[in-house]
């Protein structure tokens, strides 16, 4: 029985290493996903591949797939535009193949908006854990940093509270294990596999 | 920081083998759940012990525990109670153990509606699977027999639903595995981590 592949977002707030667990994930060998490639409006760099590395395309190229309701997710990022093109992940996830993206958190949220039924997960800065050492450092801070540590620690949790998983990156193999982990058992969510004995029975 | 353990429930049509998929979890050396031990009123039998196989206690004890609200889930059987008492399961989901269940679908239903942020696994009966040969047979069957198997078929897929994940209990060490996965993966879940960060937050 051919079942629809699962769409899994990778996000987190920027400097967490997203990129690096990304790269991990795909580097180890017992992985079952696609990755996919994101397009850009920036200029190729030395050694990138098209269709490799990046899409690239011109803006006004970009501008018109985003007319066009092509795009999965985007956001632009110092004048240039960044995202997913929809195509190929619908036509994977159809393939029956898991679909992996790495994106910001902006692009999370279009994508948690379109396609609720991703699994999404949540990289957490090991120093989340330890919020209050952070916050509060050597207690010899100004008043005024402490406030700042705290609206960025209240930032990061509304941000963790759209996705399903908080997954902390102490160590990348292990933040690996666990994602691999999470994915695995997605797969036998009831509300994933119901659907196709319930098809069966009608088709009988 | 301490969380409140998490309570698995595993259930599933009677014959599917949670019996065994349980002893193989509790045998395995890196499960880290404690058993809840079930409370009857059926005799006790050569060579049980106390305490250890079940809590046998009279039909009058147990009503009154029934009475008092001190029962998690129970269920009348042959003509004799089982059921899980609630103070052990309490007592150590606070100590921020992860408490498994091995119970009838009646019970688990029961314990569904008391704690809905349980962990609820179905175990799946491998043929379900292969539903369509199941049901349809060699096509020499009779149509009330193919009737039967339908109804059968449909009733255990009714009981999925309730479910959080289905398991196919294909085979003993795989289904343990995928038993396993999901439960360490549910511990990630940002609705059962982002209450303690928001609390963090607050006391500072």
């Given at each position: 029985m051919s079942e629809r592949g699962l769409l899994i977002v990778l996000s987190g707030p920027s400097g967490v290493g997203k990129?690096?667990?990304?790269?991990?994930?795909?580097?180890?060998?017992?992985?079952d996903f696609q990755y996919s490639i994101s397009m850009t409006t920036r200029q190729m760099r030395e050694g990138e591949v098209e269709g490799v590395d990046y899409y690239f395309r011109t803006r006004e190229e970009f501008e018109a797939m985003i007319e066009a309701g092509e795009m999965l997710e985007y956001a632009e990022y110092v004048g240039n535009y960044y995202g997913t093109p929809l195509t190929y992940?619908?036509?994977t996830l159809d393939e029956g193949k898991d679909v992996f993206l790495e994106i910001e958190v902006q692009g999370a949220q279009?994508?948690?908006?379109k396609v609720p039924d991703g699994v999404f997960i949540f990289l957490t800065p090991p120093d989340l854990v330890e919020l209050k050492c952070?916050?509060?450092?050597?207690?010899?801070?100004?008043?005024?940093?402490?406030?700042?540590?705290?609206?960025v620690a209240r930032e990061?949790?509304?941000?963790?509270?759209?996705?399903?998983?908080?997954?902390?990156?102490?160590?990348?193999?292990?933040?690996?294990?666990?994602?691999?982990?999470?994915?695995?058992?997605?797969?036998?969510?009831?509300?994933?596999?119901?659907?196709?004995?319930?098809?069966m029975l009608k088709e009988m």
């Amino acid at each position: 029985m051919s079942e629809r592949g699962l769409l899994i977002v990778l996000s987190g707030p920027s400097g967490v290493g997203k990129g690096t667990v990304r790269k991990a994930i795909f580097d180890s060998e017992d992985h079952d996903f696609q990755y996919s490639i994101s397009m850009t409006t920036r200029q190729m760099r030395e050694g990138e591949v098209e269709g490799v590395d990046y899409y690239f395309r011109t803006r006004e190229e970009f501008e018109a797939m985003i007319e066009a309701g092509e795009m999965l997710e985007y956001a632009e990022y110092v004048g240039n535009y960044y995202g997913t093109p929809l195509t190929y992940v619908n036509q994977t996830l159809d393939e029956g193949k898991d679909v992996f993206l790495e994106i910001e958190v902006q692009g999370a949220q279009q994508v948690k908006d379109k396609v609720p039924d991703g699994v999404f997960i949540f990289l957490t800065p090991p120093d989340l854990v330890e919020l209050k050492c952070r916050i509060v450092g050597r207690g010899t801070d100004e008043e005024s940093v402490i406030e700042e540590r705290m609206r960025v620690a209240r930032e990061e949790i509304e941000m963790m509270a759209l996705y399903d998983y908080a997954v902390v990156n102490d160590e990348v193999p292990l933040a690996v294990k666990r994602i691999k982990r999470i994915i695995a058992s997605e797969h036998f969510r009831v509300d994933r596999v119901i659907g196709k004995y319930i098809k069966m029975l009608k088709e009988m």
